[in-house]
């Protein structure tokens, strides 16, 4: 894993404070710093992103989501109607777009493996 640090973001830390301008240390995949401490720990050969009009928060939980679902007609068309590979082409499809919305966690009631 590579050390970065993401500047000039708007950082939300998850605890309900307001939003704060500032930057964040990423180390190992671990942020082990934020604000001007940030600043401080940050070597000149990191990498450096710039959040410029950005938000940077971590990452979001969707606790009750049902990636294989789409425009189904029917709760039969999605439970007994279609194939596996379907239904595991709209997963990959849904989490792809889940993610990039800032979702990194999620529970889906209706997988089994």
């Given at each position: 894993m590579t050390t970065a640090i993401i500047?000039?973001?708007?950082?939300?830390?998850?605890?309900?404070?307001?939003?704060?301008?500032?930057?964040?240390l990423i180390e190992s995949g671990t942020v082990?710093?934020?604000?001007?401490?940030?600043?401080?720990?940050?070597?000149e050969s990191i990498r450096e992103i710039d959040a410029t009009g950005q938000t940077v928060m971590p990452g979001l939980i969707d606790t009750?989501?049902?990636l294989s679902f789409?425009?189904?007609?029917?709760?039969?068309?999605?439970?007994?109607?279609?194939?596996?590979?379907?239904?595991?082409?709209?997963?990959?499809?849904?989490a792809r777009k889940l993610l990039r919305a800032g979702v990194t966690g999620l529970l889906d009631p209706d997988f089994s493996a």
């Open positions: 500047r000039n973001g708007r950082i939300v830390d998850g605890t309900g404070a307001a939003p704060v301008a500032g930057s964040v082990t710093a934020v604000g001007t401490e940030a600043d401080a720990r940050a070597s009750h989501c049902h789409d425009d189904a007609g029917s709760n039969a068309e999605i439970f007994h109607q279609r194939r596996n590979a379907l239904s595991a082409l709209v997963a990959s499809y849904n």
